[in-house]
């Protein structure tokens, strides 16, 4: 299967799949929305289309990613699992490094990936409309209030777009924005992100930043922008990769960055290093918490563009699961190959819901000597995004860490918590109220592994229960025979 063009084409095959609901009476974008959606979220419900939205003339769309199944379609596979296949083809290559310095130097010179750079054209949908001065307005759109104690109306499924000022070289970051009114919005870029580093260079050199949001376009762009890639990785070629053809791109109005072409909308502005931050949130965040009032960069509005009959794309975060689980499953997936490119004993790596991404990771291993265990939890704090981790719990490899139940049953059966617990400290992720210092906190690393004689565990290590596979079989056609399973 295709991976779908545009956000109306993935529309079309959810509604033909009979996974969409549209719905024709008005509701209301503060509030009401999300007490709408969260249930559905949860259940595993339906995308959602809301064709009448009170303020605004756009339909809205929500919970477009909130399944596996919806997840495999935007992305165009059958299974995640898929993408991880075809990213591991290209990986098989002996280069040195780090897992970030291999994505870089091994990403720019496969001539299969060369093949998905961005496509420049001349026209686009998304420019059908264009909107300067006064009204280019942030009014048009049907901007959520998600959660009773947020600040505002945020823009939560954005494609912010910025350019390095020296190189040229863009990034693709998905960054919520808080509309403070008509033309001007938070930037909530955290100091680790690669809008942020644009932010820092066009401040040393005494210059605004221009930026483009882009909303909509094809799924796979809207989920690349929320890929923990490294910055020096342009994601519009992720997302060729992931089409299986280049992204279209055309230049904005008002800037030389390129957006994509089949966006639904794009706003264009700037954003000014030399003006004073303000204060950005409360916002309900994916932890299931409001994360905190803090001092952002603002944006500044100038121009809008957008097909002549938009539709808004959104989602909703809080309490887990929730549609970015779904999201955050697909770069699982993807990155267990470039995982194990660097940590080839790595068989199967989990981030559970419930740890909303930075909390908890599972990773089974093939174990090879004494504290191996510890290597790969010292080796994954090293490795990009993965330093957010705040609990890695390392278990043998035949354990499914799917299964969150099982992968705790083995390593709570396993553990001695003198001996089997380490702690470490690293930087933080913004959104973790509880570290003891912004931008730092701990890390515990727990080796669930079977203890060997090299370890200093001298005693016999008992076997799983397990049913002779025989008897097994038998006793279940019998079961079956009885109507007991």
């Not at 009773?148 to 990034?171: E, H, M, R, S």
């Not at 030399?274 to 299931?288: A, I, K, L, S």
């Not at 799917?402 to 059966?413: C, G």
Request: proline residues 8%; hydrophobic residues 45%; contains cysteine.
């Amino acid at each position: 299967m295709a991976a779908p063009g545009s956000l109306g084409e993935f529309i079309a095959a959810l509604e033909s799949r009979g996974e969409l609901k549209r719905i024709g009476e008005e509701v209301d974008p503060r509030l009401e929305i999300t007490a709408l959606t969260d249930p559905v979220m949860k259940a595993q419900g339906p995308a959602l289309l809301f064709e009448k939205v009170k303020g605004s003339p756009a339909p809205l769309a929500i919970n477009l990613f909130g399944s596996n199944a919806r997840m495999c379609a935007a992305l165009g596979v059958s299974d995640l699992n898929d993408i991880a296949a075809r990213l591991k083809g290209l990986m098989e290559m002996s280069l040195p490094q780090g897992l970030w310095a291999k994505l870089m130097t091994a990403i720019p010179k496969l001539k299969e990936l060369a093949a998905f750079a961005p496509k420049q054209v001349s026209e686009a949908p998304c420019q059908e409309v264009v909107l300067t001065g006064d009204q280019a307005s942030l009014d048009l759109l049907p901007i959520l209030t998600c959660w009773p104690d947020d600040a505002g109306p945020f823009i939560t499924l954005p494609q912010v777009i910025t350019a390095d000022p020296q190189t040229g070289k863009q990034n693709r970051g998905m960054y919520r924005l808080q509309k403070f009114d008509a033309q001007t919005t938070g930037m909530h870029w955290h100091r680790h992100k690669g809008g942020a580093a644009h932010f820092r260079a066009a401040k040393e050199l005494g210059q605004r930043l221009p930026v483009a949001i882009a909303l909509g376009g094809p799924p796979a762009a809207i989920y690349a922008a929320c890929a923990p890639f490294p910055e020096h990785l342009d994601e519009a070629m992720l997302t060729g990769f992931l089409l299986g053809r280049p992204l279209k791109v055309v230049k904005a109005v008002a800037s030389d960055l390129l957006v994509p072409a089949e966006a639904e909308v794009v706003l264009e502005g700037y954003v000014d290093p030399n003006e004073p931050w303000r204060v950005e949130g409360p916002f309900g965040d994916h932890t299931g918490y409001y994360s905190l009032a803090d001092e952002y960069p603002v944006f500044h509005l100038t121009t809008v563009t957008h097909r002549k009959n938009f539709i808004y794309p959104t989602t909703i975060v809080g309490r887990p699961p929730m549609e970015d689980y779904w999201l955050g499953m697909a770069t699982e997936r993807m990155f267990l190959p470039l995982l194990q490119s660097v940590l080839p004993e790595v068989v199967d790596y989990h981030m559970p819901a419930e740890g909303v991404f930075h909390n908890l990771v599972f990773v089974a291993i093939k174990k090879q000597y004494p504290g191996h265990a510890f290597k790969v939890m010292n080796a994954l704090w090293g490795q990009g995004q993965m330093m957010f981790a705040k609990v890695i719990v390392v278990v043998d490899e035949h354990v499914n860490v799917q299964d969150e139940k099982e992968a705790w049953w083995e390593a709570l059966n396993h553990i001695d918590p003198q001996r089997d617990v380490l702690f470490t400290k690293g930087p933080a992720d913004a959104l973790d109220h509880a570290a003891g210092l912004p931008w730092l906190h701990s890390k515990m690393g727990i080796d669930g592994t079977r203890k060997w004689p090299d370890e200093g565990f001298t005693r016999p290590w008992p076997e799983r229960i397990v049913m002779t596979p025989e008897i097994q079989r038998a006793a279940n056609e019998k079961l079956k025979k009885w109507g007991l399973i």
